[in-house]
Each structure stands twice: as C-alpha cells, then as structure tokens.
C-alpha cells in the first residue's frame, strides 16, 4: 500500500543553516504531496503541497520539489531562523480521501 | 473565521469510564478525519467521514466510534477508555476537489487514560 518515510529526528541546526528534510514515498499512481508543520502545543498546519510531478511548492522560504523518478518529495529551506523549530510531516494524499503521514521529523533550531 | 474547533483541549479518564470528544468546523467541507498522535508514530486515522451521512474506519478504529451529525460536527466516543488510549486526537475536515486538496486541523485534545 502507499506510505511515507521521512527522515528521523531529531534534526538540530544553528541559526541560518541550510535545511534539508528527507520524504520518500511509495503509491500507485500520482498522488499529490504535502509538507505540514506542528508548532509545539498547536494542530498541523499546511505548509506547502504539490499536486504533479516536477511541480515546486513554496511557502515562508521554504520548498520541496514533486520527483517522480526518485520519489520524492524532500523539504529545503536556505537559512532556518529559531521560529523554525517545530515537528514538520511529510504526506501523500491516498485513496479513500485519506492522508498517508510519515512519522514525523522534529527540527530544533539553536540561535 | 474559527476553522476547527475541537473540544475539550484536556481530559483525564479513568479505565472503563466514557467520553465523547466534540468537532466542528465551519468552512462548509464534506469530509472530516479524526486522528490519534503518539510519540514517534506520525498520525494514524482512526475513522473519517466523506460526507453527512457515511463514515468508515481508518487504521486504527477498535475502542472507538464516531457519528456525524450534521455536516459541521463530527464526534468520537470512547465507550471504555483504556490506557492504550492515551494520546492526542486531532480532527480535521478538507475539501476534495479531484487532487486531494489539504486537510485543516484542530488545536488537539490531549486525553490521558489513568
């Protein structure tokens, strides 16, 4: 069945160091992809999405790019700031209406 | 614009004892989702609800049962807690246009089980 598998926390960075965030996923078909983050003691919320191969979500300097041949869907950000630390989960939209979640990768951000 | 609003935020159960944890949003979507969040294992589906009127089981519904009751509200009822229930619950709704379209979620109820 379809699943994601993204890297393992947790991640620590200093201030303004490059982010890289591995996703991998497995599905038939071409589903579309989503990066949420989950601030401490707060819901998910959508961070980026893309719904086709080759297609680049952005949002808040963050990105991920939708790589079909690789599967993959890894997010990157240029220079993280501490408002960054936060639990960031990578997804497939399934079949059924249902998301398919990784497990999760927190990023601490030290200043 | 309140989105989804889930109550109560905390809860403390005794083994055996009942609850119904309250969802509702207010963006008119179609489907809603009731997760469960535990440490290290991402969030598993528990039951969702296409549309007023239908639900189905997700990962992980044993102990658990759900009702939509109208469009806007979607609740999940614990009828005998257990320990293995402890966890964070979170309800979400989306609207699904063709693409699966993002899910919105609720700030989360906390649930432990003594």
């Known amino acids: 069945g379809d699943s994601v598998t993204q890297m393992e926390g947790p991640v620590t960075l200093s201030e303004e160091a490059f982010l890289t965030i591995n996703c991998t996923y497995t599905?038939?078909?071409?589903?579309?992809l989503f990066w949420y983050v989950q601030y401490p003691g707060e819901g998910l919320q959508l961070l980026l999405k893309?719904?086709?191969a080759d297609d680049k979500g952005s949002n808040k300097g963050f990105e991920a790019t939708y790589r079909k041949e690789t599967t993959s869907f890894h997010l990157e950000k240029g220079s993280v700031q501490v408002s960054d630390s936060a639990v960031y989960f990578c997804?497939?939209?399934?079949?059924?209406?249902?998301?398919?979640w990784g497990a999760g990768t927190k990023l601490i951000i030290k200043p | 614009n309140a989105g989804v609003t889930q109550t109560p935020k905390f809860q403390v159960l005794k083994t055996g004892q009942s609850m119904t944890l309250q969802c509702a949003q207010d963006?008119?979507?179609?489907?809603m989702y009731w997760y469960r969040q535990d440490p290290g294992m991402g969030l598993r589906l528990i039951y969702y609800?296409?549309?007023?009127?239908?639900?189905d089981k997700g990962e992980v519904p044993n102990g658990y049962n759900v009702s939509r009751l109208n469009k806007r509200e979607f609740s999940l009822r614990l009828e005998s807690a257990a320990p293995s229930q402890t966890s964070v619950y979170f309800c979400?709704?989306?609207?699904?246009?063709?693409?699966?379209?993002?899910?919105?979620f609720g700030q989360g109820t906390r649930l432990t089980v003594v």
């Open positions: 893309a719904t086709k």
């Open positions: 599905a038939t078909g071409y589903p579309s």
């Open positions: 997804a497939l939209g399934g079949s059924n209406y249902q998301l398919i």
């Open positions: 979400a709704s989306s609207e699904v246009e063709g693409a699966y379209t993002e899910a919105f």
């Open positions: 963006m008119n979507h179609n489907s």
């Open positions: 609800s296409a549309s007023e009127g239908t639900t």
